[in-house]
């Protein structure tokens, strides 16, 4: 690793150098390249001007100096080249200008160029070696003139001395010196700029770089999680369908491990004193064979299992860390989510998944899994009251079934058991039991169901059948005239408990007008009597006389003891 990482932070040295290199070189170029295009404009006019006034030889090196000079504007050639050709032209060009006028026209000129361009065009001090050489040319050439070695090929001008030459020389050395300090300045501070750009646009591109690469991996991250909402769409779906908690704790341990890629799922729910976790799913065949064992982990505070229901919360691990407890049943184990069942603030079970992968869990899976561990826990509380519900609806049902048996055999017992439709009309039975039925249809009158009754229709003439849309409508019929019976029944059985009630209430409001023992005892038989119109009535008080007190005794006489 650090090995990498030394080798790029050397790529990016590198690239930084070469970027230096070529911005330095970049705006030199154009310079170099601005300067010979604006000279081989200039130097072709000079040539036209001076075609005919210029001597042969004079003519013949302007000409071969401007060949020179279109050949390295012109041509595509190394940096380093055509600068040091342009500084052979000026530096020809002035030593040709002394040469024929000596220090009185511009041939110092020259020099100060070739000198302003050595500082420009290089880094090396090529500016300071530049200076040296014009004032040794100078120096050369006085020294030839003033020994009589040479002679000026201008003899228009004054004639020079000693004196002459020294002037120029200093001159020289004072311009030169103050353009390469200048010059030097100005490359700094250009260079110190182009260093300041160069960092931007490397701050720059590697901000650039950097967004990049976190669009990706977010980029990255949505598709996982687009694929694992996906999953957990089609989890949903299926464990909503499922009215079975056995099939759905099973569903959702495989699916989860299908959607997900993880090698081992388990479901765990916790007893009534919540101590122990017993495994009821799981999506590995260990983990199935666990579930057949009866497998069972008790709550301990060295247990992962005691922190998520005491916390609440998901509780990842990896064997990276110094606190993975490796199970014995999963050896492949290498990270492990366990997310509670919570149901209204209290804590079910656990979902338990592991991943062969290490550190396979981040905190999106987390909040994904929790999510579906929620729906888990949502549906088993929903499929236990569903389930409590039905029960109590079967029993409530059976009850009722049992009491309408009860009640209607009662009331059948002191009622008229069936009435025929005969030619002359309605008429009661007192028994149905010699009815004929052959060739008749008979519906049974079914009440909570109980049959209470029957209808039995029979056609006229020889016709025998009935069809099915018959059937269905007589069947209906039937049910209506039960509900029927059950209201009729229901009325008469509430005003036979208003008419109690009120006999009661009456005879409580006369017994309680006095408070004297034996007329209380008067009126209490007088009542008796009246309301259940006997022929005697008797009330004894005392022990002895309760005991000695025959099954049935009916009196009106008073006796007191």
């Known amino acids: 690793m650090e090995n990498k990482i030394h080798s790029q932070n050397s790529k990016t040295r590198q690239a930084d150098w070469n970027l230096d290199t070529r911005n330095n070189n970049g705006w030199r170029d154009l310079i170099i390249l601005t300067i010979l295009r604006i000279l081989c404009v200039l130097g072709a006019a000079y040539i036209l001007v001076s075609f005919r006034t210029s001597a042969r030889a004079d003519l013949v090196l302007f000409i071969s100096l401007y060949i020179l000079l279109l050949a390295i504007t012109l041509f595509k050639i190394p940096y380093s080249i055509r600068a040091v050709g342009l500084l052979i032209l000026v530096f020809t060009v002035g030593t040709n200008s002394i040469l024929a006028s000596g220090p009185w026209l511009d041939g110092s000129i020259y020099f100060i160029a070739f000198i302003t361009l050595s500082a420009l065009l290089f880094d090396q001090r090529v500016d300071i070696f530049a200076?040296?050489?014009?004032?040794?040319?100078?120096?050369?050439?006085?020294?030839?003139?003033?020994?009589?070695?040479?002679?000026?090929?201008?003899?228009?001008?004054?004639?020079?001395?000693?004196?002459?030459?020294?002037?120029?020389?200093?001159?020289?050395?004072?311009?030169?010196?103050?353009?390469?300090?200048?010059?030097?300045?100005?490359?700094?501070?250009?260079?110190?700029?182009?260093?300041?750009?160069?960092?931007?646009?490397?701050?720059?591109?590697?901000?650039?770089?950097?967004?990049?690469?976190?669009?990706?991996?977010?980029?990255?991250?949505?598709?996982?999680?687009?694929?694992?909402?996906?999953?957990?769409?089609?989890?949903?779906?299926?464990?909503?369908?499922?009215?079975?908690?056995?099939?759905?704790?099973?569903?959702?341990?495989?699916?989860?491990?299908?959607?997900?890629?993880?090698?081992?799922?388990?479901?765990?729910?916790?007893?009534?004193?919540?101590?122990?976790?017993?495994?009821?799913?799981?999506?590995?065949?260990?983990?199935?064979?666990?579930?057949?064992?009866?497998?069972?982990?008790?709550?301990?505070?060295?247990?992962?299992?005691?922190?998520?229901?005491?916390?609440?919360?998901?509780?990842?691990?990896?064997?990276?860390?110094?606190?993975?407890?490796?199970?014995?049943?999963?050896?492949?184990?290498?990270?492990?989510?366990?997310?509670?069942?919570?149901?209204?603030?209290?804590?079910?079970?656990?979902?338990?998944?592991?991943?062969?992968?290490?550190?396979?869990?981040?905190?999106q899976d987390t909040e994904v899994l929790s999510i579906l561990t929620d729906l888990v826990a949502v549906s088993i509380d929903n499929l236990r009251l569903i389930n409590e519900t039905k029960n109590l609806a079967y029993d409530l049902e059976n009850t009722t079934s049992l009491q309408t048996h009860e009640k209607w055999a009662k009331f059948t017992s002191r009622n008229k058991p069936a009435y025929q439709f005969t030619p002359a009309g309605v008429r009661p039975l007192f028994s149905n039991n010699n009815l004929e039925i052959d060739g008749g249809l008979q519906i049974p009158l079914t009440l909570h169901g109980q049959n209470i009754g029957g209808i039995l229709l029979k056609r006229k003439g020889n016709e025998a059948s009935w069809s099915d849309r018959e059937r269905l409508l007589v069947e209906k019929i039937a049910n209506q005239a039960a509900l029927a019976l059950e209201n009729s029944r229901l009325v008469e059985e509430a005003q036979n408990n208003a008419i109690r009630n009120q006999v009661i209430s009456n005879v409580s409001v006369r017994i309680r007008e006095t408070l004297d023992i034996e007329s209380v005892i008067h009126t209490a038989t007088t009542e008796l009597r009246r309301v259940f119109d006997l022929k005697e009535a008797e009330i004894s008080i005392g022990s002895s006389q309760i005991e000695n007190m025959p099954i049935k005794r009916h009196t009106s006489s008073l006796r007191l003891k």
């Open 131 to 363: 200076l040296i050489i014009s004032m040794a040319a100078l120096t050369l050439i006085a020294a030839l003139e003033q020994l009589g070695l040479h002679q000026l090929k201008n003899q228009n001008l004054p004639v020079t001395t000693f004196t002459n030459w020294a002037v120029v020389i200093f001159d020289l050395s004072i311009v030169g010196a103050v353009l390469i300090y200048a010059m030097g300045q100005f490359k700094g501070n250009l260079l110190r700029i182009v260093q300041e750009i160069s960092n931007s646009m490397n701050v720059l591109t590697t901000e650039h770089a950097q967004l990049e690469h976190r669009v990706i991996e977010r980029t990255e991250e949505l598709g996982i999680l687009s694929v694992q909402l996906r999953s957990s769409a089609s989890i949903t779906k299926t464990i909503a369908e499922i009215q079975n908690i056995s099939e759905l704790m099973d569903s959702a341990t495989s699916l989860m491990s299908d959607q997900f890629g993880y090698y081992h799922v388990g479901l765990y729910l916790l007893d009534d004193r919540n101590k122990l976790a017993f495994l009821q799913a799981s999506s590995s065949s260990i983990g199935k064979q666990l579930v057949g064992q009866g497998f069972r982990i008790e709550r301990d505070r060295r247990n992962i299992f005691n922190l998520v229901i005491e916390q609440k919360r998901a509780n990842i691990t990896s064997d990276a860390n110094e606190y993975f407890l490796a199970d014995s049943n999963f050896p492949l184990t290498r990270s492990r989510l366990m997310t509670p069942l919570v149901i209204r603030g209290n804590v079910i079970g656990v979902l338990d998944f592991h991943s062969d992968q290490q550190q396979s869990f981040n905190t």
